[in-house]
């Protein structure tokens, strides 16, 4: 089965959120299947500086004249052991020779040329469907988020009247971003005007990839059944959710996965203390050092709350900031790494600067802090408004920092609320709460105190947590499970 994979992000070349994680983590498991997975990515310094001995493959050309070159080559990178991940990357140093972030300038400004740039995306993935490559085709092309949203809905132009015929997936990470352009841009599309419609990608008038994407694919996926089951309705739709109920035959959710070769607190190489299961020390001083790296008063008896996450509206960080005081006044402790909305950010400086022994805030994008922050750290906070699937969760899960989540999303498909009963069952693996009110996230956050003084309890939880694998290989039988019954039906 030969499958293009196509995404705008893959770690560790190129990461802005979770979409990276699962760019890179998923070719590798679906290769472990037996799968013949290759991917393409836009022409990105940091995508080009990770392509082993690339090769011209061939190239066309964009609809405002442009000459789009397509390389093959290895990514050594995101390959594991034998398992090679090759990528085809498209060269065109006018749309993608911007080095930092994918999308947006400096300023935090959206590229105005953004329709350009991911629509040569799209047009990339139908070229390599229909021959461009002389020796390897795709069966099927499986598109992630807005920026390959374009791609179902070229090869649903290509498709028509040839055959083979191209199947598409298109797995939405995020409802909320939806590339949306306006109408004016249409030509640069290459697309013929009947896309341009409710049938289409029309939307209040605008051009949107996101539905493109829905409206094309032979069908739909999302990160976690809960998010498929959020988004048919009006309240999480996005506006789209008529169109998501009207293709609920053809949208699942398939939970993500967390990648063992990255996120394994025994193996973790930015862990200058490893440990698992059976051994916490490595823990323990993990914790010393984090307190001390971020300024926090180094003490092993407070719990010490964290954040990793983009600052944005979706990652609830308001509730965190009206509610930590119920965190400090008990003594506790927060440390929080964000980057993104500016406000956000001087609000969390300002609290940190405020106590600088009780909280701590770390900004901009870094990695390795990251991972360390999941070692270091009790629990792991991710009280969002909405959550597709949400990865820290699970990060916290495996590095024993007991998630502390909101009942939405992937959360709730992925940590079981402590309570009399799942305690007693030994099923219990964090503390969930319901509303999205800063009230129930103090409740939240005086059970996560209650729980963390009753030790035996405490340290259950947390091995219960640590001992789920959340591995790939579920995740990857059933995406080819879903490619291999679209192949067969095409
Ligand atoms: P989303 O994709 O919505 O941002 P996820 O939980 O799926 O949320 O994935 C977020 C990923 O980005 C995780 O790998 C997390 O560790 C990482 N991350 C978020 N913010 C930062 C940051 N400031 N520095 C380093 N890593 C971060
Ligand atoms: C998105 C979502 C997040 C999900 C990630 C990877 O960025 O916001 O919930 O975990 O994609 O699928």
Redesign the pocket.
Known sequence: MRVLQVSAEIFPLL?T???A?IAGALPAALLKQGCDVRVLLPGFPAILAGLKDPVSVGSFGTPWGEQVEVQFGALPAVSQGEHTVWAYVLVAPGLYNRPGNPYEDANKQPYADNHRRFATLGWGAAHLAHGLDKLWRAQLVHCHDWHAALAPACLAVWNAGRSPRIPSVYTI??LAYQGVFWPENFPDLGLPGHVFSVQGLEYFGQISFMKAGLSYASHITTVSPTYAREIQTPEQGCGLDGLLRARSGHLTGILNAVDDHVWNPATDVHLAHPYDVRNMVGKARSKAALQEEVGLTVAPDVPLFSV???LTE??GLPLVLAGMDEITSRGGQLLV???GDTQLEQAFAAKAQANPQQVAFKT????S??HRIFAGSDITQ?PSRF??????QM?GLKYGSIPLVRRVGGLADTVIDTDLETLDDQTATGIVFNQFDVNDYRHAVRRAFALYRRRADWNRVRQTGMRIAFDWSGAAQQYTALYQSLIGAH
């Open positions: 990461k959120g979770g979409l994680d990470h995020n990793v996450s983009r979706q990652k790494l964000g980057n901009g994008y870094d990695e802090l990251a991710v959550e597709p699937c949400g990865l820290t990060y």
